[in-house]
Nanobody, 119 residues
Framework: HVQLVESGGGLVQPGGALRLSCAASGFKASYSMAWFRQAPGKEREGVATIAADGRTAYANSVKGRFTVSRDNAKNAVYLQMNNLQSEDTALYYC???????????????WGQGTQVTVS
């Protein structure tokens, strides 16, 4: 039974930083882990993906500001978000997939999300 639980969201001023965490269980260690976000009225979009071997991929909008990492021993994935802007406001989800991908359809397991508000 796969479980994903996000934490670390909150309210931050523009230019500030947050670190999101996702505790996962019940999945294969070879799976990729990713962060997505969904703002009100917009489609869910990929933010960052990290493979089991450490390969990463980022959305252009967050390159240079966000860093994804994972701790395979703890089955956890993290998203360090720096220089946050108002357009980063969204509900952030972590997800896992057997493939290294950035699109929603590749991910079958999702957390409940953690809200990030930049204002």
């Amino acid at each position: 039974h796969v479980q994903l639980v996000e934490s670390g969201g909150g309210l931050v001023q523009p230019g500030g930083a947050l670190r999101l965490s996702c505790a996962a269980s019940g999945f294969k260690a070879s799976y990729s882990m990713a962060w997505f976000r969904q703002a009100p009225g917009k489609e869910r979009e990929g933010v960052a993906t990290i493979a089991a071997d450490g390969r990463t991929a980022y959305a252009n909008s967050v390159k240079g500001r966000f860093t994804v990492s994972r701790d395979n021993a703890k089955n956890a994935v993290y998203l360090q978000m720096n220089n946050l802007q108002s357009e980063d406001t969204a509900l952030y989800y972590c997800a896992i997939s057997p493939v290294f991908a950035g699109w929603v359809q590749a991910f079958g397991y999702w957390g409940q999300g953690t809200q990030v508000t930049v204002s």
